[in-house]
T-cell receptor
Framework: RKEVEQDPGPFNVPEGATVAFNCTYS??????FFWYRQDCRKEPKLLMS???SGNEDGRFTAQLNRASQYISLLIRDSKLSDSATYLC????????????FGQGTTLQVKP | NAGVMQNPRHLVRRRGQEARLRCSPM?????VYWYRQLPEEGLKFMVY????????ESGMPKERFSAEFPKEGPSILRIQQVVRGDSAAYFC?????????????FGPGTRLTVT
């Protein structure tokens, strides 16, 4: 079983749609969680951290369910510029900074 | 404030040659991480360094690969006697602190092609 699993997609949605990505992780001791974005295999860029209480940043909402070891990302009112690969990322151990990346979910927003 | 810098951006080596990849972290960041992304795969952790110390090298292949982060100068990822399977994008990241408080900032990567 992979340490971080994501549905690779692609998700093809029209502009303005709401889309949700899910991710599961296997290590129950994982400490911190992130969503990164990667465009055309360029460098990953931090989109947002994910907290147990859930957090929102504009059109983006992230949720963490520790009991189910499940992380989600919701994008509302999709824009063409949201087209990218979204990477679910887990920090395995709090003292090493070792990030475990999922394979990524590809989103294509169409006009 | 310049971001994480990596050079070269593209590197071509013949089998058996050495590859040296350089990474300068963001100003004020003392933690450096190297990741590798093979074609059609996700990013894989290789090594975590602080100045003059290797903290976690659990993702480094046992042979031919080494990394350093000297007191002065950039971090270096060195691959000796490269093989075709080493062709990948190598990303460096830095953070001001480690662990769960640390959000990592990535450089543009070095694309290594082994012919």
């Amino acid at each position: 079983r992979k340490e971080v699993e994501q549905d690779p997609g692609p998700f093809n949605v029209p502009e303005g749609a709401t889309v949700a990505f899910n991710c599961t992780y296997s290590n129950s001791a994982s400490q911190s969680f992130f969503w990164y974005r990667q465009d055309c295999r360029k460098e990953p860029k931090l989109l947002m951290s994910v907290y147990s209480s859930g957090n929102e940043d504009g059109r983006f909402t992230a949720q963490l369910n520790r009991a189910s070891q499940y992380i989600s990302l919701l994008i509302r009112d999709s824009k063409l510029s949201d087209s990218a690969t979204y990477l679910c990322v887990v920090n395995a151990l709090s003292n090493t900074g070792k990030l475990i990346f999922g394979q990524g979910t590809t989103l294509q927003v169409k006009p | 404030n310049a971001g994480v810098m990596q050079n070269p951006r593209h590197l071509v080596r013949r089998r058996g040659q050495e590859a040296r990849l350089r990474c300068s972290p963001m100003k004020g960041h003392s933690h450096v991480y190297w990741y590798r992304q093979l074609p059609e795969e996700g990013l894989k952790f290789m090594v975590y360094l602080q100045k003059e110390n290797i903290i976690d090298e659990s993702g480094m292949p046992k042979e031919r690969f080494s990394a350093e982060f000297p007191k002065e100068g950039p971090s270096i990822l060195r691959i000796q006697q490269v093989v075709r399977g080493d062709s990948a994008a190598y990303f460096c990241a830095s953070s001001p602190v480690s662990g769960e408080l640390g959000e990592q900032y990535f450089g543009p990567g070095t694309r290594l092609t082994v012919t």
